[in-house]
């Protein structure tokens, strides 16, 4: 199984800042990752796939690259409405995986 | 507009069995690619197991935790996607999601429904 490790686990700015959460692959995922945002008591949202492809209605403030087997997701001015969980995702190969989150706190 | 509803969640014992419903609305599920997500109680997220609808010959795939265990199908007349859960664990407890794809996977997501595994 390919192994998706996220850093920080958890992560506190201030509004207007940018923001990097990166997720590192086991092995090579190709731009199988895709990202999401989860608030409390919601469905996960889709913000990023194709490890940089923005998701129609996303804010533009969000993008992805990637570097080998490092993800970025990248927030470069951080909303107040921002303030949730994110998760990456694997979706190359069977089973697909999940990072296991890092949790965005506005200070 | 695609809409996802599951249901059939609720409180079943150790070794019970439980049937979750996705109906589904704005798409034809017979010919979609269409997952189940699940989230323990206040952990990350799990892929459950994917369906794949027309031209893929309606095949699925497991994760291996429930491989044996659930059974994914489809209902054309509803328009729904199901998910059997036999011999059920206290770690299956979790809020499960069904998810699907218009442009890419698990764009879209249901509400959840939650699971709870006790005796």
């Given at each position: 199984?390919?192994?998706?490790?996220?850093?920080?686990?958890?992560?506190?700015?201030?509004?207007?800042?940018?923001?990097?959460?990166?997720?590192?692959?086991?092995?090579?995922?190709?731009?199988?990752?895709?990202?999401?945002?989860?608030?409390?008591?919601?469905?996960?949202?889709?913000?990023?796939?194709?490890?940089?492809?923005?998701?129609?209605?996303?804010?533009?403030?969000?993008?992805?690259?990637?570097?080998?087997?490092?993800?970025?997701?990248?927030?470069?001015?951080?909303?107040?409405?921002?303030?949730?969980?994110?998760?990456?995702?694997?979706?190359?190969?069977?089973?697909?995986?999940?990072?296991?989150?890092?949790?965005?706190?506005?200070? | 507009?695609?809409?996802?509803?599951?249901?059939?969640?609720?409180?079943?014992?150790?070794?019970?069995?439980?049937?979750?419903?996705?109906?589904?609305?704005?798409?034809?599920?017979?010919?979609?690619?269409?997952?189940?997500?699940?989230?323990?109680?206040?952990?990350?997220?799990?892929?459950?197991?994917?369906?794949?609808?027309?031209?893929?010959?309606?095949?699925?795939?497991?994760?291996?935790?429930?491989?044996?265990?659930?059974?994914?199908?489809?209902d054309a007349s509803k328009n729904s996607l199901y998910l059997q859960m036999n011999n059920l664990k206290t770690e299956d407890t979790a809020v499960y999601y069904c998810a699907t794809r218009v442009v890419t996977d698990f764009?879209?997501?249901?509400?959840?429904?939650?699971?709870?595994?006790?005796?």
């Amino acid at each position: 199984d390919i192994q998706l490790t996220q850093s920080p686990s958890s992560l506190s700015a201030f509004v207007g800042d940018r923001v990097t959460i990166t997720c590192r692959a086991s092995q090579g995922i190709a731009s199988g990752l895709a990202w999401f945002q989860q608030k409390p008591g919601k469905a996960p949202n889709l913000l990023i796939y194709a490890a940089s492809t923005l998701q129609s209605g996303v804010p533009s403030r969000f993008s992805g690259s990637s570097s080998g087997t490092e993800f970025t997701l990248t927030i470069s001015s951080l909303q107040p409405e921002d303030s949730a969980t994110y998760y990456c995702q694997q979706r190359n190969s069977y089973p697909i995986t999940f990072g296991q989150g890092t949790r965005l706190e506005i200070k | 507009e695609v809409q996802l509803v599951e249901s059939g969640g609720g409180l079943v014992q150790p070794g019970g069995s439980l049937r979750l419903s996705c109906a589904a609305s704005g798409f034809t599920v017979s010919d979609h690619y269409m997952d189940w997500v699940r989230q323990a109680p206040g952990k990350g997220l799990e892929w459950v197991g994917r369906f794949r609808g027309n031209p893929d010959s309606y095949t699925t795939e497991y994760a291996a935790s429930v491989k044996g265990r659930f059974i994914i199908s489809s209902d054309a007349s509803k328009n729904s996607l199901y998910l059997q859960m036999n011999n059920l664990k206290t770690e299956d407890t979790a809020v499960y999601y069904c998810a699907t794809r218009v442009v890419t996977d698990f764009e879209y997501w249901g509400q959840g429904t939650l699971v709870t595994v006790s005796s």
